[in-house]
């Protein structure tokens, strides 16, 4: 995650502010440190010499010394001021109607497109260079939404919604992170915003708004069988199907996404089986139990999930 090269306006500000600030900071570091160097070097005891004039009180000096770092506070903090409503414009708080909801999860994260009624988790599609008005809360404890190069922390928090407008000025993949301690696999809730032209997103706000036929023949509409009958409705949604669970992400187009496990395994079918096989030996302590199933009928859920597209 390359925190200081900014891909939006909201990132771009944060940068700015941190890069006075370093270099303010810097400046007092060269003068203390380059003064205490001097000093030690210039006004060193030598041989023979006296006891030096004692010296009580410089008011003068006092007041310098008491006054300089009142001034530098005070312009850093007019500049945070501003800074903040730079990268959260008032304008972007509670509007009529957010383009993206964020429901934060122990570990993952659940995304709505209220305009469009698309479902997905833990990768953000968004058209590059424009602002989508961002809606981030929490289904259990406190998380906290971070894609640095994108924008500031949005803390997502149960019962209380935040917003934030996301932007990436162009197409490209931008990873982020939980950015709060959340639990035993808090670093394992990884975001992903994908930005693309505007065209490539109609197409995939469309391709995410099928209803994908349930296999009826072969390997997949075993998986289909066994997911439908099985545990995975009780935890996981499948449009079309009488899946409709929300305490695990929505699986209707799991085959379209880079990742499984909010960015734990890369989405291949020997992943996935992986996964199914036992999500406790790859991400220890997430909601999705092992459900000791056999081979076969994992095998079956692969092909039935991979065909989810
Ligand atoms: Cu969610 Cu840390």
Redesign the pocket.
Known sequence: MPTFIPHSLYAQVITNLFIITLIIGGLIFLIVAGSVTYIIFRYREKPGQAEPQQNFGQLKLEIAWTVTPGIILLVLFILTLRTMGQANPAAAQNPAQPDIVII?H??WWEVHYPKTGVVTANEIHIPAGKAYYTEVESAD?I??FWVPELGPKVD?IPGHPNYRTIEADKAGTYLGT??????AQ??W?RIRVIAQSQADFDAWTKAQLKVPQTPTSGLAADGAKYFIQGACVACHTIAGTNAKGNVGPDLTHVAERETIGAGVLDNTPGNLATWITNPQAIKPGNHMPNLNLPTSEVQALVAYLEALK
């Open positions: 934060a122990q570990w404890v998380h906290d997502a939980c950015a709060e301690y959340c639990g808090h670093a809730m």
